[in-house]
């Protein structure tokens, strides 16, 4: 157990729906990263936040958001679903917002677009 | 960005044999790099990491060694059991940098 709980574990919904994504990083982890984990495009980096202030964004679409709460747990944000959109979805946290930190790993929230 | 490939893409090797998987990298930049394991339904878990300054890192039956000019690095797994069987990933990474850029991962089998 990483520490770093998601929730929901399963959701499956329509295309062109929203969904919510929630994320409680370690006991005093600041940072958390969230990635998408697909069959076509592997782990792929989506967005960092470092308490409470987005710090890095890789390959996150115009459609997804997320943000990081004064509690430090954070929230990803898909809306406008499509297929491709399916997919395994891992936020991680680190002590640190950037370095050589380790970063731990949720248990991660498998994201079925039908 | 960061151009991250592992080698080879599945590995299926007899319990009791060696594994290695490497990994090679563009950013010369890069300082960290470390390896994780994802057993199925599973988050990816750190399992060793290495730091420029150093060539190799061994821990029990798992080490890690680093070719800073060539800009690749191996795992090696020795004694392979059945519980080592999961896809592992690379992420090599600038020490300044917040990115991880992960490896296509390798698929280890291990046969009992």
């Known amino acids: 157990d990483s520490g770093v709980t998601q929730t929901p574990k399963h959701l499956i919904t329509a295309t062109g729906q929203r969904v919510t994504l929630r994320c409680s990083p370690r006991s005093g982890d600041l940072s958390v990263y969230w990635y998408q984990q697909s069959l076509d495009q592997g782990l792929q980096f989506l967005i960092q936040y470092y308490n409470g202030e987005e710090r890095a964004k890789g390959n996150i679409l115009e459609r997804f958001s997320a943000q990081q709460f004064p509690d430090l747990h954070s929230e990803l944000n898909l809306s406008s679903l499509e297929l491709g959109d399916s997919a395994l979805y891992f936020c991680?946290?680190?002590?640190?917002?950037?370095?050589?930190?380790?970063?731990?790993f949720g248990p991660g929230t498998r994201l079925t677009v039908t | 960005g960061e151009n991250v490939e592992q080698h080879p893409s599945t590995l299926s090797v007899q319990e009791g044999d060696s594994a290695v998987i490497k990994c090679t990298y563009s950013?010369?930049?890069?300082?960290?790099f470390p390896w994780y394991k994802q057993e199925l339904g599973k988050g990816p878990q750190l399992i060793i990491d290495?730091?420029?300054?150093?060539g190799e890192k061994k821990d029990q039956r798992i080490a890690v060694t680093l070719n800073k000019t060539a800009k690749h690095f191996s795992l090696h797994i020795t004694e392979t059991q059945p519980e080592d069987s999961a896809v592992y990933f690379c992420a090599p990474r600038r020490g300044a940098g917040n990115m991880l850029t992960f490896g296509g991962g390798t698929r280890l089998m291990v046969k009992p």
């Open positions: 950013d010369s930049a890069s300082n960290y």
């Open positions: 290495i730091r420029s300054n150093v």
């Open positions: 991680a946290s680190s002590v640190g917002q950037g370095g050589s930190y380790e970063q731990y």
